[in-house]
């Protein structure tokens, strides 16, 4: 079964920066592209970030390039957004999703707030 | 980038009832075109991808269609587990783009 669990979310004040890890199971991670798409409240889907497989390819929108990076460990079948200058438009629900020919599969979200 | 749009925003419907929802891409997306359902608490499902490709697991009243910059998804029967926001996703440049949600509920 394909699990996807994100961790790493909370509170933080503007400017700051914040790591959050996906955790993946149940499929060969190493083969698939992966994706961190978010959620703010209340709003509708937003694509942040995607990985190739072994990581020499990432992929941004313009609202996030320069502030994020996604990186992943296949070793360790992780996944992993680093968020810098966190503003208080990044508050939202940040989903993990494997990247196959779509976004096949979602991990459960983790929120994060961005408030002083 | 390419802008999503969804028709309706919002959808009333009875059980049992055939739904039509709209996404239109902003340039050709070559079918490239995905929709997801989300129900209230949860994470997004995927129900269809490449335009008319049921994903694994997904009834078959749900099914999909369209070309160029105009797709459809279509609910052959309602049913009261269908209520959710549905959103529609091109897949065919970056950046991914989803469209801003069609919210169905049950008359």
């Known amino acids: 079964e394909v699990q996807l669990v994100e961790s790493g979310g909370g509170l933080v004040q503007p400017g700051r920066s914040l790591k959050l890890s996906c955790a993946a199971s149940?499929?060969?991670?190493?083969?698939?592209?992966m994706a961190w798409v978010r959620q703010a409240p209340k709003k509708g889907l937003e694509w942040v970030a995607t990985?190739?497989?072994?990581?020499?390819?990432?992929y941004y929108p313009d609202s996030v390039k320069g502030r994020f990076t996604i990186s992943r460990d296949n070793a360790k079948s992780s996944l992993y957004l680093q968020m810098n200058s966190l503003k208080s438009e990044d508050t939202a629900t940040y989903y993990c999703?494997?990247?196959?020919?779509?976004?096949?599969?979602w991990g459960q979200g983790v929120m994060v707030t961005v408030s002083s | 980038d390419i802008q999503m749009t969804q028709s309706p925003s919002f959808l009333s419907a009875s059980v049992g009832e055939r739904v039509t929802l709209s996404c239109r891409a902003s340039?050709?997306?070559?079918?490239?075109l995905d929709w997801y359902q989300q129900k209230l608490g949860e994470a997004p499902k995927l129900l269809i991808y490449?335009?008319?490709n049921l994903h694994t697991g997904i009834p078959s009243r749900f099914s999909g269609s369209g070309s160029g910059t105009d797709y459809t998804l279509t609910i052959s029967s309602l049913q009261p587990e269908d209520v959710a926001t549905y959103f529609c996703?091109?897949?065919?440049?970056?950046?991914?783009?989803f469209g801003a949600g069609t919210k169905l509920e049950l008359k």
């Open positions: 999703a494997r990247e196959g020919m779509n976004f096949d599969y």
């Open positions: 149940g499929f060969t991670f190493s083969n698939y592209y």
């Open positions: 990985i190739s497989t072994s990581g020499s390819r990432t």
């Open positions: 340039q050709n997306i070559n079918k490239y």
């Open positions: 490449n335009t008319n």
């Open positions: 996703l091109q897949r065919n440049s970056w950046p991914r783009t």
